[in-house]
């Protein structure tokens, strides 16, 4: 009975949501290349994106638009490798026509993501990593109603330098308080620029916002994410830039914050 | 009037997430609060994603909705007749001359920053009323970025009175309702439909020129509820936000595709983000780099107006943090003079729609 329960999710170690206040922070990013982290230290890894209006990762991975097949246990995931060791699920599979369109209103998303949550069969994973969409409404409430009924470690909220970003991030900070939800630690992305021709570092969007933030609300503070054009630029061609680009900042900095998630999930 | 934001906050407790009150009347008598609720007309199925809609001619009758809670009420054909708040809306805002939506699929490329510095740009001629209207629900950036911070909306005779920031340039923003930088909006969509609604309908504007209007990324609830109240009220088209990249763009030609299906003009793309210049050697970066050829090649192939680029400037985002104008920050910056560009394309289209729609009647 209690196997039914848990339905796809059984053999699912973790749990990680990835969310953000506010749109455009890199979401999207930092759960690809922390995926791809999680990989190259050796676990396997999932990622479920549910960003119906918006969904980024399947670009991000470059898997194209595969046809997503049933099996008895539910849909079956796409992987990236041979291995199997990087599992995908997103909404953007479903949709016929890359540019049409998702217009719905939010009961409708619920129910489909409802659906999408209970029914991928996942099998085993270490880690589990959940795309969401920007914001504190439907899909994140609909997220978590589904995942709740197995776990949820908690999540990483993710935020740029400016002021304008951490005040929505402030505002994610008391939806995890309200429904519950663990507060794994703020990464802050796009933080300062190194100009390529004169290696001066410009703070476009500012500086030390995200560590401010974990300082006022008590949370962890994981790490900072440069910006880099490099990375951008091979998340654009779908190319594993830890693979690509072992020795730069930018991959040390993913890579730290990856053993720091892992640390605290593992340490409960 | 600090007792004016308790109630909106008392009464948004009050409401579980799939219900939604509309407050129709508050008065104060002593120490007695009144509080007249009325709940929104628009019920919700609650059962699953094949519904065939609550204003179809399947609505409670289909094989579906058997056992949806609001069968009844679906069957009983009061969700297909036309929300009366439209035409109230329409009424209202018959004294706008023009409306401006701000739109993007991609969260992040500077809607908000784009439509301060539209409405900061418009109001700048002194004899046009300009007001701002934020309709992201969920992530109201505009009272910072308008330096407004901490701003109460109050209560007239009229309605609720938007915050001014010069005589001729209003706003108006979930923000100003809540109590605390921290309060979060946990709403479904139907709850932030109603407050759109009341946005629209219960804001006392007054005579506009120009209503700009900033929304949430994305094609859902929001973008929906906004273009179906302004239905009655002639919007004059969208400006659509993106950055360079295919990531961001894919996202943006999903909002193209909302707009043509909802039959709002497009007034042409604004690609944000658009290079950086060090400023120390001044050499050119793409950090965002437009590997598909970016908005113009977009704008090329979906035959649409690109606006202009705006290059990536560090001061526009601490203008934004500091709630101050860039362009009266730094006017003779090179963003600034591509802002000004857009601007007075945004303005001539205004201008040339309203002497068409003149010349049709």
């Given amino acids: ?268 | 009037m600090r007792c004016f934001s308790h109630v909106c906050t008392f009464v948004s407790r009050l409401t579980h997430p799939d219900c939604f009150l509309l407050m129709s009347s508050v008065s104060f008598n002593h120490n007695v609060v009144t509080v007249e609720l009325q709940s929104s007309g628009d019920p919700i199925c609650s059962k699953k994603s094949d519904c065939p809609g609550t204003s179809s001619e399947q609505a409670g009758k289909s094989a579906s909705c058997q056992g949806c809670p609001n069968q009844q009420l679906c069957a009983s054909g009061a969700t297909k007749a036309p929300d009366p708040a439209i035409a109230e809306i329409g009424e209202k805002l018959s004294v706008v001359k023009h409306k401006i939506l701000v739109l993007s699929g991609k969260g992040g490329v500077g809607k908000s920053t784009f439509s301060a510095h539209l409405a900061h740009a418009l109001a700048s001629d002194s004899t046009k009323e300009v007001a701002l209207l934020d309709v992201d629900i969920c992530g109201p950036s505009i009272p910072r970025i308008m330096g407004l911070e901490g701003e109460q909306v109050h209560q007239s005779g009229s309605g609720w009175s938007p915050v001014y920031v010069d005589d001729n340039l209003a706003v108006m923003s979930i923000g100003f309702l809540l109590s605390s930088p921290d309060d979060a909006v946990i709403w479904r969509g139907p709850k932030k439909n109603g407050m759109i609604k009341q946005f629209l309908r219960d804001v006392d504007w007054g005579e506009l020129d120009y209503l700009v209007i900033d929304t949430p990324p994305g094609t859902s609830d929001e973008h929906l509820s906004i273009v179906q109240y302004l239905g009655s009220t002639n919007v004059d088209g969208a400006v659509i936000i993106t950055t360079p990249q295919e990531v961001s763009l894919q996202d943006v030609r999903k909002e193209i595709r909302f707009c043509q299906k909802v039959k709002l003009p497009i007034i042409g793309v604004v690609e944000n983000m658009s290079g950086f210049v060090c400023p120390k050697c001044k050499n050119t970066s793409q950090i965002f780099a437009p590997t598909t050829g970016g908005a113009e090649k977009m704008c090329a192939d979906l035959n649409l107006p690109l606006l202009g680029k705006v290059p990536l400037d560090p001061r526009i985002g601490r203008s934004c943090d500091e709630g101050k104008s860039f362009l009266n920050e730094v006017p003779d910056s090179p963003a600034a003079e591509v802002y000004r560009r857009i601007v007075q394309s945004v303005r001539d289209y205004c201008s040339n729609r309203a002497t068409d729609v003149q010349n049709a009647t």
């Fill in chain 1, 1 to 268: 009975m209690e196997q039914k329960n848990d339905g796809s999710l059984a053999q699912v170690r973790h749990v990680v949501l990835v969310l953000s206040g506010k749109g455009g922070v890199g979401k999207s990013t930092i759960t690809t290349e922390l995926a791809l982290a999680l990989r190259h230290s050796g676990k396997k890894v999932g990622i479920l994106d549910v960003d119906l209006c918006g969904p980024s990762i399947p670009r991000m991975l470059s898997v194209g638009r595969p046809e997503v097949h049933q099996c008895d246990s539910g849909w079956v995931p796409v992987y990236t490798d041979a291995q199997k060791s990087l599992a995908l699920m997103s909404i953007g599979f479903l949709m016929e026509d890359p540019d049409e369109a998702v217009v719905w209103r939010g009961p409708k998303k619920t129910a489909l993501i409802g659906q999408f949550v209970s029914d991928v069969a996942w099998g085993e994973l270490d880690v589990l990593l959940v795309d969401t969409p920007p914001g504190t409404s439907d899909e994140h409430l609909a997220v978590l109603e589904n995942l709740k009924k197995h776990k949820v470690d908690g999540a990483v909220l993710v935020t740029t330098p400016q002021a304008v970003s951490t005040g929505d991030v402030r505002r994610e900070i008391t939806f995890c308080k309200k429904t519950g939800v663990r507060i794994l630690g703020i990464v802050e992305n796009m933080s300062g620029f190194v100009c390529p021709h004169c290696s001066e570092c410009s703070n476009i969007f500012s500086k030390g916002g995200g560590e401010e933030l974990a300082k006022l609300t008590g949370s962890v503070f994981l790490g900072s994410v440069p910006l880099d054009p490099l990375l951008s630029a091979s998340l654009e061609e779908g190319k594993d830039f830890i693979e690509t680009f072992p020795d730069s900042a930018t991959f040390s900095a993913i890579s730290r914050i990856s053993q720091t998630l892992v640390q605290s999930l593992e340490s409960d």
